[in-house]
């Protein structure tokens, strides 16, 4: 093959000379899929996410294909020959649709109910198109400026103070992640950058109820685990803030350096929100970084009645929000707020000389602000987003699911087999059937496997729990009552234990 190669005459460069290396490929350019082609697929693309979105409701809500079965549908090998784009759309419809869960649906209530807005879509595609990394601000001036006037424009529509700046990440783990990072750069004596955790014993501290992602960043940052301290939680699933204290004073008498305490605000079980003004209160006196989780619960902020969720909030050295989950905007997007943005520069920033630029501090490199370099244009979406619905427009929808919430609760209330397990503020409702965990489970396993609806379950003080969280655009209460109706018709008739 390669003596083949070397022997062919390029028609543009005539015969190689015999200084020449050999050739071992054709230095023609083969070139993308041709735009005419694109176009006519795209074109279908979107009319096909306008029918998909109308017709949502017709599909069942959780995918009913077996373990194996997408994949044992696709070619083992890949094509040795290019396929036209209309021939792989068909394969989209016909293999992969049948593989996929509709997180887009309206009867959608598992973990946390969510919505790829048209905007966030459209946004989307753009995104795609411009293909921009945005790793330093010269590598796409618009990325890093659009992505910080959609967080400054969000940091206003949720009440938050002046003094955060925003940087997009992909999730809200990775926004902890980061702030963590930073957090441990705020205890200078260690000189983590540096020397590592060696010798170091850090401990962090955050309540019973809180989400996996913060544990995960202290066995990825070396905390330990063992040092990732749960603290426990009052009967409202609220961090206990007394026993905080107590914590925090007894570990620094035994030797650990406390550096960190993650307050969440719409804890993903039971959406509590802990006592963060009282946290700060700790955090000031025993100097310990406040990171806030209002990743869920945050964007209740938008309504004044709600502004109470994030009090304290503003005390707090880092808090993240994810427009991905009750924003509106596609996935993956997660605000980190940081009040202090040069510790989390100086967790992050490394400039080989090859990444130099002399746009000195005028600028920022979003590549300072965690541990990729690359980074999609995800301000794009939500900077869409903000402008298709604005604030108000953001707010009503908000205000819908709030209280279609509610009304869900004053129908659990009203069935004497049923019982609320904990308070809500948002737009989640977690209750049980009387009847015990194996009559829970049985519901759970019984409307998800209807396709109507899916919910989720959740494991409260030892119950087994179910779970509604509303989130979707095109959730109607009677979407709602649909979805009640048939947990109540799947749950046995027997009188409850
Ligand atoms: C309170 C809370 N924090 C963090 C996360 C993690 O979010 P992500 O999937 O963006 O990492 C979740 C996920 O549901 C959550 O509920």
Known sequence: MRERAAQEVNPKMGRMGA???????SAEPVGDIDTDEFRAAAHRAVD?????????????????????????????????????????????????????THWNHPRFFAYFGITGSTPGILAELLCAALN???????????????????????????????????????????????????????????????????????????????????????????????????????????????????????????????FAVVATVGTTSVTAVDPVNAIADVCARENVWLHVDAAYGGAAAVLDSHRWVLAGCDRADSIVVNPHKWLFTPIDCSVLYCAREDLLKQAFSITPAYLTSNEGPAVRN?????????????????????????????????????????????W??????????????????????RGGDAVNESIHDSVNASGEALIS??????????????GNLRTTLEDVRATWQLIQNVAPASSPT
């Open 48 to 100: 096909w996410i306008g029918d998909y979105l109308e017709t949502i409701r017709e599909r069942p809500v959780l995918s009913r294909v077996k373990p194996g079965e997408v994949r044992a549908s696709l070619p083992v090998v890949p094509p040795a020959q290019g396929e036209r784009l209309e021939a792989i759309f068909d394969d989209f419809e016909q293999l992969v649709l049948p593989g996929i």
């Open 457 to 470: 379950h959740t494991d409260v003080r030892g119950r087994y729990a179910l779970r509604i969280a509303i």
């Open 132 to 258: 921009v990394n945005g790793m330093l601000w010269r590598t796409s001036p618009a990325a890093t400026e659009v992505e910080e006037v959609a967080c400054d424009w969000l940091r206003q529509a949720l009440g938050l103070a002046e003094g955060f700046s925003g940087v997009i990440n992909d999730t809200a783990s990775s926004s902890t992640l980061y702030a963590l990072a930073a957090a441990r750069e705020a205890v200078p004596e260690a000189e983590l950058r540096r020397r590592g955790m060696s010798g170091v014993r850090l401990r962090m501290y955050t309540s019973e109820e809180a989400h996996s992602s913060v544990e995960k960043a202290g066995i990825v940052l070396g905390v330990g685990q063992e040092n990732v301290v749960k603290v426990k939680t009052d009967a409202e699933f609220r961090m206990d803030v007394a026993e905080l204290t107590r914590a925090i004073v007894s570990d620094r008498e035994a030797g650990f350096i406390p």
């Open 412 to 433: 659990i209330e009203a069935d004497p087999s049923f019982e609320l397990l904990a308070p809500s503020h948002f737009s989640t409702v977690v209750f049980a059937h």
């Open 366 to 410: 979003l590549m300072d602000y965690g541990s990729s370099l690359g980074r999609r244009f995800r301000g794009l979406k939500l900077w869409f987003v903000l402008r298709a619905f604005g604030v108000e427009g953001a707010r009503a929808r908000i205000a819908a699911h709030i209280e279609m919430a509610h009304q869900l609760r004053s």
């Open 19 to 25: 200084e020449d290396p050999p050739r071992i490929f």
